[in-house]
Each structure stands twice: as C-alpha cells, then as structure tokens.
C-alpha cells in the first residue's frame, strides 16, 4: 500500500480508541472537563452502566456561543497555548481530544450557556456530522449527553462487559473523581434510581465523612492522617493502621496536582514504608494527596494520563518514603488506642470473610497457630511470685541477648522505689500506663494485664520480637559494618549496568559493598556488608543495579539488612512457655509504650489487644 492521508473519520476512530475504552472512559472525561471548567456541582446519569445513556451535568463557567461548534473539534482546547503551558499542565484535561473523540463512537449532544450569555446554545453530533448551533434552554454550566456507545464499531461493542460490569467501573471511576475534589458535590443516578448523593466537603468532619462513604467505615476508623510538607513538596491525606490490611491494592488512591495517578513510584514507597508492619501478602491501604510544582512531574505520558514522570524521582520516593514511615513508627500502644488486633475480627473469625472488614488478620495462618495451643486448658494459668529487682535485672539480660533463667535469685534480697516505679510504669492523671500492670500469663504465650478501663493482653513473643528489631536496628546506627571476601565474585552483568554500578561506587561503599568494573560488562565484588555475607550478596548487587536502571535509587540493601536483623531479633525474642515474673512482664510492657511500631512484630502480627469494661459488660450482658 502506497503512504496516504488517512481521513478524519479514520483519525477520530483511532483516536477513540486511544482514549475510549469503555462507558467509565466518557464518564471520566467529561467529569474531569466539568471539574476544569470550575464546577461545583456535578450531575451524572446512567442508563443501562452507561452503554446506553451517560448525560453529565455542571454548573461550571460553560461555553461561548461562538466556540460551542469549536469544542467538537479535534485538537481544540481552551487549557493550554504554547509549550509553556504543556511544561506547567494544571488541569485535567489539555489534549483536545476527548469530545471529538467521544462524538466519533457515539450520539453526542451538547448544551451549554456561558455567564455573558442570555441563554444556551446546543450542537448535537451524529455520524460525524455535526449539526448548527441553535438556542437551547439551560441554567448556566454545561450538559453533554452521549447515547448508543459504538453503536457504530460492533467490533468495539463486543469488548464491553454486562452492563453490571459496566456500571461497577464507572462507579470506581467517580469514586475517584469525588475523593479528588472534596469542595465538589457530586450525585450519581442509574436507570432513574439515584445511588448517592455527595455534598460539597469544605471541613475537616466534612472530609472525612465521604471517605468513609467511599471507602468505607471500617477504612475511616483505622486511618492515620497526614499533613506534611517540605520546601517544593505537599504531602496529606490519609493511611490505614496496618492492622487494616487488603487482600488486594483496592483502596490504594494516591493524586498528584489533584489528579488521579497510578504511580510505581508512590505504591513503591508506601510499599517499604509499610514493609515492616505489615503481614506478608497483605497490601496497605491509603487515600494520598501529593502537591508539587507542575513543572516538575510530566502528565503527558500517558494517553489516559494515569502514569506520570517525576524529573526528580529520587526526591520524591524519599519525601514520600519517609514522611510514611514516621507516621507508621507511632503507631505503639496509648490510651486511646483499641489495640492492634481487632476484637471483631476473632468474633466474626469462625464465620468467614473477616480479612476485609477487620484488618485482615484474623484468617492467617498465624493466628491459627496460637488457637492450637491448647486453647481449653487452665493447666498454665499462673501468678507467679518473684522479687522485681531480681526480674526486672532478667529481663534486661533478654533485651541484650542473654537469656536467664527464672529461678535465677540474683538479686533477690533488694527492691528500691526506682524499681517499684519501673513497675507501676509511671502513673499519672490518666490512671496508669496505656498498657496498664500485668497482673498473670497464660499458657505461657500471653500477658494479662489490668488497665483502668479493663484489660488488655499482649503476645509476649510477638512484642519482645518488635523491641529487640527496632533495638538492633538503632545500635546499627546505619553503619554497616564490611567483611572482604579472600577470593573476589566476578558478576556478569550488562554494559549499562556496569556503567551504573561505576556511576554509583560512592552509594555501593556507603552500603558496605566494595565494587568495582572489571571490564564493559564485568564486574568485581571484593567486600560485603557483614550482615549479609551469608546471603546471596550478589543476587544484592543485581537486584540493586536493576533498581538503578528503573528509577535511580534503590533500597534493596536496607531491607536484606533490615530483614537479617528482623531474623536475629525474632530468634532472640523471649519464646512460648518461658516464665517471666510481674516485674519482667510489667517492663516488657513499659518497652513496648516507648518503642517505633510496637503494635506489631517484624512479620506484620498484631502485639495486642484491648478490651474495655463496656466490652465485658457486653459480653455478660451486665446492666441488660
């Protein structure tokens, strides 16, 4: 075939398909055109998941009589004029195409009236045609009608899913567009029965309130919330307690500029944010809202602009890293705090599908485990008596390593009031410590202890496994220590990685690592860090190099380190069975208030668990 001009109902179908996937595609186009034009409020109708009917509604700034033909044109827009302007994209839309695009796989009617406008002007599309403008009645905004979605592309039409299907997209679609512009209300109708209806949300509670409507309850209640910004960056929104984990990334919303993304970038460093606290297989959940200037991130790098390129991506996955993980580091026991393991989730446990509703914790296999220990017995229920200088002094030998016994008397004849108050943990106006005095353990697994408001129980193993890790982890004091290798490993690698590995020695000696090129495409391993030797330290170096390549940084080596230290802690950390006197459990207890995360071990596991006197009285049914 000799080269020729495609024409325009060839380009606009090609176009469609770029930006038309399915009814959500329209329903997201036209709202983020709504939300551009400054509307606050916005109207959406379906009929049939939108394969039949889709009509949106604003009351935003509207159209000019004489551009209201032009907004049916291919590459015609009112965002963006020049280069500059693409450099520094702040709306939503820019492209000029979705419209055009919409019209040429549809029935497209148009209605809008502009403020210097005594009254609307409409144009309707069909069949590529576009018809005259002529005067319509509307309040001032705009409304788009789209009927018969690829009434005219079978082909496509066979792609779409049962309308049930449909409807469910477009729904996550404006759940997403809602969660990003709070100041907005929104509505939403399907075959004529309205399914919610979303008052603008200009206050704090107001906010809140709709995440909860999206997200859903559950997700509200077990949210921290974040504000935090440095000199170009904004970051706020909301993350789950880890004790609220997923199955799946379903409640992963991060926007950028006000923008819905799916970003690598963002789920990585949420990702290792979390990486300590939550169970393997389990995802986080997080509504995030990063602000930078728009002349640092690219939006035009995607058709549907949900990828994004940062020009500083190393700076950014830090920001975003760090600000997480010191928001996750304060999640330890306090009064106010329900405990890291859910009560309704062991309730609901023996019906089934508790992982979503109640953190997800309940159906592992973890929590089996502790079920098995003879749940029944009342065999290793003890209070056991010993003198809390003599235990407080083995406790401590636990936290360095060297485990003693508990007959052990060292110690035994002294009891001073420095020790009496390690024991009542520093009780104040609130009436004691968050994790209050132990008072027995049972089946010699978990702590019991009396609070002012009830009790509580902790995992022994599961808490002094977070205090050792975060313990080691501050001796480490980011030094790493190097151990060189007698006979040097020679890695294979490609010539761009060699050139990074070259690029980057001065971050590879930093982590402990002597490295250095051996030829275009080989390279020469001479020391490790000593925590790692007995890993696979060159799967290390390869993991790093492919990390470098893809994004420019890496924390590959932090987390093999951070993943030995959490081995060594978890085989330190006071085992099943072991008798600890009230002194050595009341100050596992105090530890666990002043430690990073202390309401779950290295693996993710909840540490505690609390229940009120409301919860008792329930329970027995007192005062009914």
């Not at 398909?17 to 997201?28: D, F, H, L, T």
């Not at 939503?92 to 009236?113: C, D, H, K, N, Y």
């Not at 008052?199 to 309130?209: D, F, G, S």
Request: net charge negative.
């Amino acid at each position: 075939m000799s080269i020729q001009v495609l024409n325009d109902e060839l380009i606009n179908q090609i176009a469609a398909g770029e930006v038309i996937e399915r009814p959500a595609s329209v329903v997201k186009e036209l709202v983020e055109n709504s939300l551009d034009a400054g509307a606050s409020r916005i109207d959406v109708e379906l009929e049939r998941g939108g394969c039949g009917l889709i009509r949106v509604r604003d009351d935003g700034i509207g159209i000019a009589p004489q551009e209201i033909g032009l907004a049916l044109a291919r590459h015609a827009t009112s965002k963006i004029a020049s280069l500059d302007d693409l450099e520094r994209v702040a709306t939503l839309g820019f492209r000029g195409e979705a419209l055009p695009s919409i019209a040429s796989v549809a029935r497209l009617g148009l209605t809008s009236r502009s403020n210097a406008s005594d009254h609307a002007w409409s144009v309707e599309a069909r069949d590529g045609a576009l018809s005259p403008a002529a005067p319509a009645s509307h309040p001032r905004g705009t409304s788009v009608e789209v009927r018969d979605l690829f009434f005219n592309v079978p082909a496509r039409r066979k792609f779409l899913r049962a309308e049930s299907t449909e409807y469910q997209h477009v729904l996550r679609m404006l759940e997403r567009l809602a969660l990003s512009r709070f100041e907005v209300g929104f509505s939403l109708t399907h075959n004529g029965k309205s399914v919610w209806s979303l008052p603008p949300a200009r206050t704090e509670a107001e906010r809140r309130a709709r995440v909860a409507k999206l997200c859903g309850e559950e997700f509200a209640a077990h949210v921290i919330e974040l504000h935090h910004e440095s000199e170009r960056l904004r970051l706020v929104g909301w993350i789950a307690l880890p004790t609220f984990s997923r199955s799946q990334s379903d409640l992963q919303f991060a926007f950028l500029n006000g923008r819905f993304v799916r970003d690598k970038l963002i789920a990585s460093a949420a990702r290792l944010a979390y990486q300590d606290v939550l169970f393997g297989g389990r995802f986080c959940a997080y509504v995030l809202y990063l602000d930078l200037d728009p002349t640092q991130v690219d939006v035009n790098a995607h058709p549907q602009k949900l990828e994004v390129r940062f020009r500083e991506s190393r700076s950014v996955h830090d920001f975003l890293f760090r600000t997480l993980e010191r928001a996750l580091a304060e999640t330890r026991p306090s009064a106010a705090s329900p405990g890291s393991a859910s009560l309704e989730g062991l309730r609901l446990g023996a019906r089934g599908g508790v992982g979503e509703r109640a953190g997800g914790f309940a159906q592992d296999h973890f929590a089996q485990d502790h079920f098995r220990q003879g749940h029944f017995r009342q065999g290793h229920f003890r209070l056991p008596e010993r003198p809390a200088a003599a235990a407080l002094e083995g406790y401590y030998q636990l936290l360095s390593g060297h485990a003693a016994r508990s007959g052990d008397p060292a110690g035994s004849a002294v009891q001073s009031d420095a020790v009496r108050e390690e024991e009542r943990g520093g009780e104040g106006e609130t009436g004691g410590p968050p994790l209050g005095f132990a008072v027995a353990q049972l089946h010699g697994v978990y702590i019991l202890s009396q609070t002012a408001e009830g009790l509580v129980l902790v995992d022994m193993h599961a808490a002094h496994e977070r205090v050792m890790y975060e313990r080691m982890k501050r001796l480490l004091g980011g030094e790493t220590a190097q151990q060189h290798l007698l006979v040097p490993d020679i890695i294979n690698v490609t010539a761009a990685q060699a050139e990074a590995a070259e690029a980057h020695t001065a971050e590879f000696s930093a982590l402990g690592f002597a490295l250095t090129r051996l030829a275009p495409d080989q390279l020469a391993l001479r020391g490790v860090p000593s925590l790692l030797a007995s890993d696979d330290p060159v799967g290390v170096v390869r993991d790093v190099l492919a990390d470098l390549a893809e994004t420019g940084h890496s924390r590959r080596v932090e987390e093999s380190i951070n993943r030995r230290l959490g081995t060594m802690a978890c085989h330190a950390a006071v085992r099943a069975q072991r008798t600890l006197g009230i002194a050595e459990m009341n100050a596992l207890l105090r530890e666990m208030e002043r430690t990073d995360r202390a309401d779950q071990c290295n693996h993710g596991r909840p540490t505690w668990v609390r229940l009120s006197l409301g919860d008792l009285d329930r329970l027995f049914m007192r005062g009914r």
